[in-house]
């Protein structure tokens, strides 16, 4: 179980950035996933662990977004200010020194994809994720979402074209 938990908690964690925006409420949902996963599901055969993960993962992230909906009405009239985290860069320090050139081009394609994907509804972002990055299936993705195969392929579709508009200029055609 912990290697696979190591596996995948660098994907789970992109995703619930991307989803939700923030750094510690990413981690606590993938530290939740990972804690729901082992104590309910470890019994499960091995090959069921990863489509489990995910739909956990998944569940975890809607009910973030749920959370903050109501905490957002309750308290909206408050300004929070954004803080960034310099523990993200961190690690990206040692890498400046061998080609900084590179690392800053890439940092900001990055950053512009994060960005067109955060902008994209939840349930689109959830199956470009599943799909192009995780690389589940149609029906696995299905399961994961809760809804059809349809859904899953109109979402995805959206998804594409939107992030295709968005960052045209770093398509580059075949």
Not at 14 to 27: T, W
Not at 44 to 51: D, G, K, V
Not at 124 to 149: H, P, W, Y
Request: hydrophobic residues 35%.
């Amino acid at each position: 179980m912990d290697d696979f938990l190591a596996s995948v908690e660098q994907q789970a964690y992109r995703i619930a950035f991307i989803a939700l925006s923030d750094h510690d409420e990413a981690l606590d949902v993938v530290q939740d996933t990972m804690i729901s996963l082992v104590t309910k599901y470890q019994q499960r055969p091995e090959s069921e662990w990863r489509t489990l993960f995910f739909s956990i993962l998944h569940n975890r992230i809607t009910d973030s977004h749920r959370k903050n909906t109501r905490k957002r009405r309750l308290f909206g009239w408050f300004d929070r200010s954004d803080d960034t985290n310099e523990a993200d860069n961190i690690d990206r320090v040692d890498d400046q020194i061998v080609q900084p050139a590179q690392l800053l081009q890439d940092t900001e394609t990055m950053s512009s994809i994060e960005k067109a994907l955060s902008g994209l509804p939840l349930r689109q972002q959830e199956a470009f994720m599943l799909r192009m990055v995780e690389g589940f299936d149609t029906n696995e993705t299905a399961k994961i979402m809760g809804c059809s195969a349809g859904s899953v392929k109109t979402h995805l579709s959206r998804a594409l074209s939107a992030l295709k508009e968005v960052l045209n200029e770093y398509y580059e055609p075949f």
